[in-house]
């Protein structure tokens, strides 16, 4: 999901609620309550070292491997809601995908990711833990992800080229750059004055 910048605030909260169109959830049922995310501790040793004996009691090492690679016993056989294989987060890339900061780690840990096998610790771990957790995967964060055009990375690569292949499409009227089944009347038969529209 790349940010879509060119869209003002008003136009970004106008296409939440129409996104929000698309389940009727967002009718039947109210929303849960805030997860209050408290202020994240300064890291020290000690919390580090309980967020790593946290890591491996919670299991997190089942998915997400010894050393956060993505790469524990369990990854391989992990199923969204929908069936769909998917893989756990490699822990030792960064950004990770909730957001750079810890608060935003400290969220995905407390609530879970909807609709994939990741759960929710709120029950599991008392706050102090799931801070500690999070100081503690934040300590083997320490590889860039590879950067791709305009410094996206992952999937966000992925997402632009289709985004740029949709305007492309757009700017050739849909005809593609040799016309409809390479009949002619593409990008390739317009001169520039048409394209520059003079």
């Known amino acids: 999901m790349l940010a879509q910048l060119q869209l003002s605030e008003p136009e970004r909260w106008a296409v939440v609620q ?3 169109t698309f389940s009727k959830r967002f009718k039947e ?5 805030t997860v209050a995310i ?3 501790p300064a890291p020290n040793g000690k919390l580090v070292a309980l967020g790593k004996s946290k890591y491996e009691e919670a299991g997190c090492a089942q998915c997400h491997g010894p050393g956060g690679k993505g790469d524990g016993p369990s990854a391989k056989d992990l199923k969204d809601d929908w069936g769909n294989p998917i893989l756990p987060a490699d822990l030792t890339l960064t950004p990770l995908k909730s957001g750079p900061t810890p608060e935003d780690l400290y969220r995905t840990i407390s609530t879970g990711l909807n609709g994939t096998p990741m759960p929710s610790y709120a ?4 706050a102090k833990e799931r801070s500690a957790l999070v100081w503690y995967i934040l300590s083997i964060a320490t590889h860039e992800r590879p950067k791709g055009m305009m410094g996206l990375v992952g999937e966000e690569t992925q997402a632009m080229m289709i985004d740029m292949r949709a305007a492309m499409a757009g700017m050739m009227g ?8 390479g009949r002619g ?3 390739m038969n317009r ?3 048409d394209m520059m529209g003079k």
């Open 191 to 193: 001169d520039m004055k």
């Open 29 to 33: 049922e109210r929303p849960g309550h």
């Open 38 to 40: 408290p202020r994240a």
């Open 18 to 20: 129409y996104l929000k």
């Open 185 to 187: 009347g593409g990008m």
């Open 174 to 181: 849909g005809q593609g750059m040799m016309g409809r089944g």
């Open 123 to 126: 029950k599991v771990l008392s």
